[in-house]
């Protein structure tokens, strides 16, 4: 398990989407995960990639008959179509789990770009609301992971333990960020990134790098 991802390699939860396949580091996480939660399009892949999901949440419409009567009491079906599978799979989780100190989103990515900006454009709002839900929000961690990297979320402020040299992103999806940054080759000085690709494509020039905002960001750093 690389460095970067050693702190959520057994995460409390993991949710799996239904997008690409995870692989390497990301399916350790996947297998080492104390619960497994898919999403129902999901359900299938979990079985295939060596782990019986432990719930299976969704709307139900990529199940068939066959699919729920095997799946039985693991599958919660959620009608509503105001929000997608991921979101309704990451409720159950928070509502569930508080005592879960880490989350972690697998499979969000590489199917179509148009789901994973929408995910990973959520991941504010689930931050906010893990942190809520938790019994220990101050040690509350949710993070996605693709095969090529990882993204976290900073609520106020946040330290990452870095290489020098790392290549490190900072998006907001919210106006009014207000960024500041320590440890950046390209300070962010009060930042308002109102547009994502402004805090782009910076890199580590400490070992530890602080972010601080005003308004929820999300902070990518790649695996290699």
């Known amino acids: ?66 699919d729920r009567a095997s799946l039985g009491e693991r ?45 990973v454009s959520r991941l504010p709002d689930f931050a906010e609301e893990f942190a809520r839900a938790s019994e220990r929000p101050h040690g509350a961690c949710i993070a996605m992971v693709t095969d090529n990297g990882r993204f976290d979320v900073v609520l106020g402020s946040r330290s990452f333990a870095t290489r020098i040299g790392e290549a490190m992103s900072v998006f907001a999806f919210r106006a009014c960020a207000n960024v500041t940054s320590d440890g950046l080759a390209w300070p962010l000085d009060h930042v308002d990134l109102d547009a994502l690709w402004k805090g782009t494509l910076n890199r580590a020039d400490k070992e530890t790098v602080v972010i601080s905002a005003k308004s929820p960001v999300v902070v990518y750093r790649p695996l290699a």
């Open 1 to 66: 398990m690389t460095e970067l991802l050693a702190d959520i390699a057994e995460p409390d939860v993991a949710i799996l989407a239904n997008g690409a396949l995870p692989s390497g580091d990301a399916l350790e996480i996947l297998l080492g995960a104390r619960v497994l939660v898919a999403c129902d399009g999901a359900a299938a892949k979990a079985v295939a990639l060596g782990r019986l999901p432990d719930f299976v949440v969704g709307d139900g419409d990529s199940l068939s008959d066959s």
């Open 75 to 119: 599958f919660l079906q959620v009608a509503e179509q105001d929000t997608n599978d991921l979101a309704k799979a990451f409720r159950f989780s928070c509502s569930n789990f508080p005592s879960a100190r880490t989350l972690v989103v697998l499979g969000a990515h590489g199917l179509r770009e148009d789901h994973f900006l929408g995910n």
